[in-house]
């Protein structure tokens, strides 16, 4: 084995025991270890395509990203049903996937969440402790440019069905995402509760304020032949900001275990 498989190996199989990860919050703020994806993204120069076929099935991929193997001692609840969990993803212990969702690499799902059925968590994103990532929801990778953050949702944020949460955006803890929304690096959200859009962070970056409670909404075009039509645009909007009542409506997951 040449000495950049052997390391290719190394991070994988940290990686996967959660001692190394793409992104980790370090004072406050979120920083990517662009070395964790440098290494990630050889293993498809490194792999070659194998048949990975099981029974009716056919599966072609690389050998250096079969599907992960887990055991029951390591305390993950894989529901039967059709759920993939790529090589080189983490799954904390009392973490609950549900049939079919998909687990991609370099992806870190901490303790006490669920993983809802037809919802995918992309390449690299990071998913904190008792969040519920409802049914069809996607959380999207961000594996290329190797020093771009990749998708964050923080501890004990909701993510309702039919989401999608991409490209680098950072949902703040406890924050709830309602079913339908749809957030981009170019979405712009606006706050009913003060009359203002969020502003982005320091790096651009699309942030979901901690505790927000977000639901699909529009904005009217203010120029050109759109507003001469009363055309809108699609715009998330904070309604409010959690309380005691929007808490005890996202504990669903807590009858399940």
Request: with cysteine.
């Given at each position: 084995m040449n000495e950049e498989l052997r390391r290719f190996n190394e991070v994988m199989d940290g990686l996967e025991a959660g001692t190394i990860r793409v992104a980790e919050r370090i004072a406050g703020q979120w920083q990517v270890n662009k070395w964790v994806k440098e290494v990630i993204l050889s293993g498809f120069r490194l792999g070659q395509i194998v048949d990975m076929s099981e029974g009716r099935f056919s599966f072609l991929d690389k050998d250096t990203y079969p599907v992960r193997k887990f055991t029951a001692e390591d305390r993950v609840r894989i529901v039967?049903?059709?759920?993939?969990?790529?090589?080189?993803?983490?799954?904390?212990?009392?973490?609950?996937?549900?049939?079919?969702?998909?687990?991609?690499?370099?992806?870190?799902?901490?303790?006490g969440s669920m993983v809802d059925s037809h919802a995918t968590i992309g390449s690299c994103a990071q998913v904190g402790k008792?969040?519920?990532?409802?049914?069809?929801t996607q959380i999207g990778g961000v594996l290329e440019p190797a020093g771009a953050l990749p998708t964050i949702i923080e501890d004990n944020a909701f993510i309702g069905g039919n989401c999608g949460i991409?490209?680098?955006?950072?949902?703040?803890?406890?924050?709830?995402?309602?079913?339908?929304?749809?957030?981009?690096?170019?979405?712009?959200?606006?706050?009913?509760?003060?009359?203002?859009?969020?502003?982005?962070?320091?790096?651009?970056?699309?942030?979901?304020?901690e505790n927000a409670v977000v639901v699909s909404g529009s904005r009217p075009v203010t120029r050109g032949k759109g507003a001469e039509f009363g055309a809108h645009l699609y715009c998330p909007v904070i309604v409010k900001y959690r309380d005691e009542k929007t808490a005890a409506s996202v504990h669903l997951e807590d009858l399940l275990r």
């Amino acid at each position: 084995m040449n000495e950049e498989l052997r390391r290719f190996n190394e991070v994988m199989d940290g990686l996967e025991a959660g001692t190394i990860r793409v992104a980790e919050r370090i004072a406050g703020q979120w920083q990517v270890n662009k070395w964790v994806k440098e290494v990630i993204l050889s293993g498809f120069r490194l792999g070659q395509i194998v048949d990975m076929s099981e029974g009716r099935f056919s599966f072609l991929d690389k050998d250096t990203y079969p599907v992960r193997k887990f055991t029951a001692e390591d305390r993950v609840r894989i529901v039967p049903g059709g759920s993939s969990i790529r090589r080189g993803a983490f799954l904390a212990p009392s973490v609950i996937v549900m049939p079919p969702a998909y687990v991609n690499v370099g992806a870190y799902v901490d303790e006490g969440s669920m993983v809802d059925s037809h919802a995918t968590i992309g390449s690299c994103a990071q998913v904190g402790k008792h969040v519920h990532v409802s049914a069809a929801t996607q959380i999207g990778g961000v594996l290329e440019p190797a020093g771009a953050l990749p998708t964050i949702i923080e501890d004990n944020a909701f993510i309702g069905g039919n989401c999608g949460i991409y490209e680098g955006t950072i949902v703040r803890q406890g924050a709830v995402i309602a079913s339908g929304v749809i957030i981009t690096s170019s979405t712009a959200i606006f706050d009913a509760t003060t009359g203002e859009f969020v502003p982005r962070n320091e790096d651009g970056r699309v942030v979901v304020p901690e505790n927000a409670v977000v639901v699909s909404g529009s904005r009217p075009v203010t120029r050109g032949k759109g507003a001469e039509f009363g055309a809108h645009l699609y715009c998330p909007v904070i309604v409010k900001y959690r309380d005691e009542k929007t808490a005890a409506s996202v504990h669903l997951e807590d009858l399940l275990r």
